[in-house]
């Protein structure tokens, strides 16, 4: 099952790449990043219950791969960034989110909206805490 779930990762996030335009030799890198965030994710969530903290600690890793790959194959950030964290985005939970509140079960669908909410903030925060230690570090070699 786990290398079911590799495998329709990294198709994702070489799908999604294909759809942002990423040059075609950065597609295997592309689909490899989200297949890395992706088995971070699930190693994680077997560990912990709540899906925020592997989320947060996933996009972490995203980011930092993307960062490398971005100095190795000398292509900006985001082809890579984007497209890795496409596996980790709650879409479906905003989609259930947005279905209870058609079906007019309000009480489920703000619970299952701040779950959305909160993975997606966590999202943001490991894609923001990459990059500030990224300048970090930059900034510290000069």
């Known amino acids: 099952m786990i290398i079911e779930q590799l495998l329709m990762s990294f198709v994702a996030s070489a799908a999604f790449a294909i759809l942002f335009n990423v040059p075609k030799g950065s597609l295997l890198q592309s689909g490899f990043v989200g297949m890395i965030g992706w088995l971070l994710y699930i190693s994680l969530l077997n560990v912990v219950d709540e899906p925020i903290l592997p989320t947060l600690i996933s ?4 980011a930092v791969t993307s960062q490398v790959f971005a100095k190795l194959y000398k292509t900006p950030i985001i082809v890579f960034s984007v497209s890795g964290i496409i ?4 879409g479906g939970l905003a989609y259930d989110a947005m279905r209870k509140v058609v ?4 009480d489920t669908a703000v619970q299952l909206a701040a779950k959305a909410l909160m993975l997606s903030g966590a999202i943001a925060m490991g894609l923001v805490f990459s990059e500030v ?3 970090l570090i930059r900034r510290s070699r000069l």
């Open 59 to 62: 996009s972490f890793v995203v």
């Open 87 to 90: 596996p980790l985005v709650p």
């Open 103 to 106: 079906e007019n079960h309000y």
């Open 133 to 135: 230690i990224n300048h």
